[in-house]
């Protein structure tokens, strides 16, 4: 078992500077960039894990008097029972196992209270190192004294489960440049036709969709209007408060990536909702994207740019009228939706990744054509979130 936390350790302070790249000013991903202390020895030890549990001794004497020793020791013994926990039930938590099967997690800090580097406190906060592919987890101790999760390892290992998405997240990918968005490389857009698409395998068909995601096809909506907001975990009901201000649109965006390349890849989509595999890469969609717009009751919405919006993709100049599938986060399915029997009266941000894909082909093989290209796309605009 670990040492006790009443027992003093020498420990010594280094300043580290971790996600020095520079920051989207909107999206915040370098969070992670405040300088955190180093510190020194051997930490905690938890069995079957590579990584160790440090904590900041200066939450003994914290100033504004929340924690004492031994609050830090109830803290320090919670997560160390709780990744004990994780560890006997990793194939329960997937992202958990994940992590720590390729070792992205460098270790785990515990202090007194976690803050950005703006200043704003957060329960938990995943940050880069200077190893690529590496992260550490931090950890308030008093947002778990607050939460009431001291001593309740168990409860607070299925929260601290939870944050394992951000560590896959930032292990996983480079800092945000500053711009909020890339520009779309309309010319190099690897758009096909359809009768290339449909005689592509499905492995090509995923690789096409990949480089679009880089050139073309957006999976965030350009009002941001997921930060802030509370998520869903899959098939719960429960709005679950987001760890950091853009923790539900990078969860989104992962759902609505993993839920495309389903789509594009699995032969029953070219079979059943062929439009939507042809529409995703021949240029006609260019953004999916959950959102949160409260007065529109919609689940999901199409919007189709005006012919004076008209775009030019591709080498040969194309001409097209991009297409956005908008999923409404909070909203339930209505009867006539496509969709209304596979989303099980959940709130669209409920959805498993194989729900929200059908739900995504479904609403572009009967809707994408029907859709006005200047009525309802002149009244969203007026209703969007400023």
């Given at each position: 078992?670990?040492?006790s936390i009443?027992q ?11 996600c020095c790249a ?9 969070l ?10 051997s ?9 160790r549990v440090f904590v900041d ?19 320090l ?5 709780a990744f004990s926990?994780l560890?006997?039930?990793?194939k329960s938590y997937?992202?958990?196992d994940?992590?720590?099967s390729k070792?992205m ?9 976690v803050h ?8 938990f906060?995943?940050?880069r190192?200077v190893?690529?592919g ?13 939460g009431?999760y001291l001593d309740?390892a ?7 489960a939870r944050e394992?998405q951000?560590?896959i ?7 945000k ?8 490389d309309?010319?190099?857009a690897p758009?096909q ?6 005689a592509?395998s499905?492995e090509?068909?995923?690789r096409?969709?990949q480089r679009?995601?880089?050139t073309y096809?957006?999976t965030?909506?350009d ?11 899959v098939g719960e ?12 649109t ?7 990536r993993?839920?495309?390349?389903k ?6 989509f ?11 890469l021949n240029?006609m969609?260019?953004n999916?994207?959950?959102?949160n717009i409260?007065?529109?009751?919609w689940?999901t919405?199409?919007?189709v ?6 775009v030019?993709?591709?080498?040969a100049?194309?001409?097209i009228?991009p297409?956005?599938i908008l999923i409404?986060?909070h909203?339930i399915?209505a009867?006539?939706d496509?969709?209304?029997?596979d989303?099980?009266?959940l709130?669209?941000?409920?959805l498993?990744t194989?729900q929200l894909?059908l739900?995504?082909?479904k609403?572009i093989?009967?809707?994408l054509i029907e859709?006005?290209q200047?009525?309802?796309?002149a009244?969203d605009a007026?209703?969007a979130p400023k």
């Amino acid at each position: 078992m670990c040492c006790s936390i009443g027992q003093r350790l020498v420990l010594c302070l280094v300043v580290v500077t971790v996600c020095c790249a520079t920051e989207t000013p909107a999206s915040k991903d370098s969070l992670s960039a405040p300088a955190l202390p180093d510190l020194s020895g051997s930490g905690h030890e938890i069995p079957g894990l590579s990584f160790r549990v440090f904590v900041d001794r200066e939450m003994e004497g914290a100033p504004d008097g929340v924690l004492g020793a031994v609050q830090a020791d109830a803290a320090l013994r919670t997560v160390i029972e709780a990744f004990s926990y994780l560890r006997q039930h990793r194939k329960s938590y997937p992202r958990f196992d994940e992590a720590v099967s390729k070792g992205m997690l460098e270790r785990v800090m515990i202090q007194p209270r976690v803050h950005n580097h703006e200043g704003k406190s957060f329960p938990f906060l995943v940050v880069r190192t200077v190893d690529p592919g590496r992260v550490r987890l931090l950890i308030s101790a008093s947002s778990m004294k607050e939460g009431e999760y001291l001593d309740e390892a168990e409860r607070f290992a299925s929260v601290l489960a939870r944050e394992f998405q951000w560590v896959i997240s930032k292990a996983e990918t480079a800092p945000k440049p500053k711009r909020l968005f890339l520009e779309r490389d309309l010319q190099h857009a690897p758009i096909q036709s359809d009768q290339h698409v449909r005689a592509l395998s499905s492995e090509k068909r995923l690789r096409l969709l990949q480089r679009l995601f880089e050139t073309y096809l957006r999976t965030v909506d350009d009002q941001r209007s997921l930060d802030g907001q509370p998520y869903y975990e899959v098939g719960e009901t429960d709005s679950v408060p987001p760890s950091q201000p853009d923790s539900t649109t990078k969860l989104y965006e992962m759902r609505v990536r993993e839920a495309l390349q389903k789509i594009v890849r699995e032969p029953e989509f070219l079979t059943h909702t062929p439009l939507a595999v042809l529409s995703l890469l021949n240029g006609m969609i260019w953004n999916v994207a959950f959102v949160n717009i409260d007065q529109r009751e919609w689940a999901t919405r199409t919007r189709v740019l005006p012919a004076d919006k008209a775009v030019q993709v591709g080498e040969a100049g194309r001409l097209i009228q991009p297409a956005a599938i908008l999923i409404n986060l909070h909203r339930i399915a209505a009867s006539d939706d496509p969709f209304y029997a596979d989303t099980k009266q959940l709130p669209m941000g409920a959805l498993s990744t194989d729900q929200l894909a059908l739900a995504i082909a479904k609403e572009i093989q009967q809707n994408l054509i029907e859709k006005s290209q200047t009525g309802h796309v002149a009244q969203d605009a007026i209703m969007a979130p400023k």
